[in-house]
Nanobody, 124 residues
Framework: QVQLVESGGGLVQAGGSLRLSCVPSGRTFSSYGMGWFRQAPGKEREFVAGINWSGGRTSYADSVKGRFTISRDNAKNTVYLQMNSLKPEDTAVYYC?????????????????WGQGTQVTVSS
């Protein structure tokens, strides 16, 4: 059974940093595009960042550009989301997702597997 397990969420003050990790189990995703999404209370799930299989291409939502960095270590089968200069509006459940192939995807319909999510709360 394929699972994506996120970790690294928590409570942080505005201006602080967190690093989320995503480790797939059940199969390797080193040849697949990966992404991070988030969902705040009362809002729809939104794209945060995506990366292609090699890490050579990335894409970010405008709201996080310049503050968040997505990366991957295929040897460790792990994807990261480094979040700096966090704002209260970044508060959400963050989800890791694995794409349907090696490309970089920015829409949730292009992702086949999803993690359970990790809570990120940014206090003002």
């Amino acid at each position: 059974q394929v699972q994506l397990v996120e970790s690294g969420g928590g409570l942080v003050q505005a201006g602080g940093s967190l690093r989320l990790s995503c480790v797939p189990s059940g199969r390797t995703f080193s040849s697949y595009g990966m992404g991070w999404f988030r969902q705040a209370p009362g809002k729809e799930r939104e794209f945060v960042a995506g990366i292609n299989w090699s890490g050579g291409r990335t894409s970010y939502a405008d709201s996080v550009k310049g503050r968040f960095t997505i990366s991957r270590d295929n040897a460790k089968n792990t994807v990261y989301l480094q979040m700096n200069s966090l704002k209260p509006e970044d508060t959400a459940v963050y989800y890791c997702a694995a794409g349907r192939s090696s490309y970089l995807y920015t829409t949730d319909n292009d992702y086949a597997y999803w993690g359970q999510g990790t809570q990120v709360t940014v206090s003002s």
